[in-house]
């Protein structure tokens, strides 16, 4: 005998569909939301080491595991980072070159890393008493572009070594520094991106390059550009305060009225001088240079030698 429907079993039929459609909609969302978990990719960062004594060994463990807490982050072993950059002949310098960054990353195999140096410092006044300073320089540099992303110097004064370790070590191991950190890294990736999309969409004019000095520029024909005025960067008092010493280089495009359009820091120094560099570089402008009596744009490299000043 055949089954002939009646409202109770369509309504029936019905309930049970839609459940199954509910059912299938619950996996496939949870499936989803599992894939784009797994699917985002951690930033990867390799710590390099802060020195050689127990302290700034002590500092850079507290640094690496504080960064270990972020979820989007993934910190490279450190002894293989370790070992790379012994290989690549890195023997702890702040002051490092776009190229030299570059090709430190690429030893590394990482996305960032850190730059650090950790010490203790016994400070004798000429007035008041005797203290104590522990410090630590942090440079998150980029290993795709090469470029120094942030900097920090967090120091800390006491009556004693020990106090003073102790304030530092805190602070390495703190919550704002980790957000500083990330923060930093995220808005790099961004800006990154974009300038890759720029590069792909947009044709970047050419411009000549300097020679290295006037008598090739002459054998070339090219009377290079002069500053109206020469300034020099002032020495920030963030420098002052790490007593940092560095060469600060810029390439530099100048259109053909002499007029500065573009400015890229290409070995960078960090704790201000950078920023005092492009800011007096900015403020600069230049009588054009000059082929067969025509102006033209080009690009120059200037380079600045930041020494601690005298006491």
Excluded: C
């Excluded at 029936?12 to 299938?24: C, I, K, N």
């Excluded at 070995?267 to 403020?283: E, K, P, S, V, Y």
């Amino acid at each position: 005998m055949p089954f002939i429907q009646n409202d109770h079993s369509r309504s029936l039929v019905a309930s049970l569909a839609l459940a199954v459609t509910l059912v299938a909609l619950f996996f496939a969302a949870n499936a989803s939301r599992a894939q784009a978990q797994t699917s985002v990719r951690r930033s990867r960062i390799a710590v390099l080491d802060f020195g050689e004594t127990v302290f700034a060994r002590e500092a850079v463990e507290k640094f690496s595991t504080n960064l270990k807490q972020v979820e989007t982050i993934e910190i490279l072993d450190r002894d293989q980072a370790r070992a790379a950059t012994r290989g690549a002949g890195y023997a702890g310098s702040l002051n490092l070159s776009l190229v030299e960054a570059r090709n430190l990353g690429a030893v590394l195999g990482s996305d960032f890393f850190v730059l650090g140096d950790a010490q203790t410092l016994r400070r004798s006044p000429s007035a008041g008493p005797v203290y104590f300073e522990a410090y630590t320089s942090i440079f998150l540099v980029s290993a795709r572009t090469g470029r120094l992303i942030s900097w920090e110097r967090p120091n800390f004064r006491a009556a004693t070594a020990a106090a003073a370790e102790h304030s530092l070590l805190s602070e390495l191991a703190g919550a704002p520094l980790r957000q500083r950190i990330l923060v930093s890294a995220q808005r790099a990736e961004v800006d990154e991106r974009a300038e890759r999309a720029i590069i792909i969409d947009d044709e970047i004019p050419i411009i000549e390059e300097a020679p290295d000095n006037e008598k090739l520029a002459e054998a070339e024909g090219l009377r290079l550009p002069k500053p109206y005025r020469r300034f020099v960067p002032a020495y920030p008092e963030t420098a002052a305060a790490a007593e940092a010493e560095a060469v600060v280089d810029v390439l530099v495009d100048l259109g053909s009225s002499g007029e500065v359009q573009r400015a890229e820091v290409v070995r960078w120094g960090g704790f201000g001088l950078d920023q005092a560099t492009l800011d007096t570089i900015h403020n600069l402008h230049f009588f054009p240079a000059m082929r067969a009596g025509v102006a033209v744009p080009i690009r120059v490299l200037l380079r600045y030698n930041f020494r601690k000043p005298p006491p």
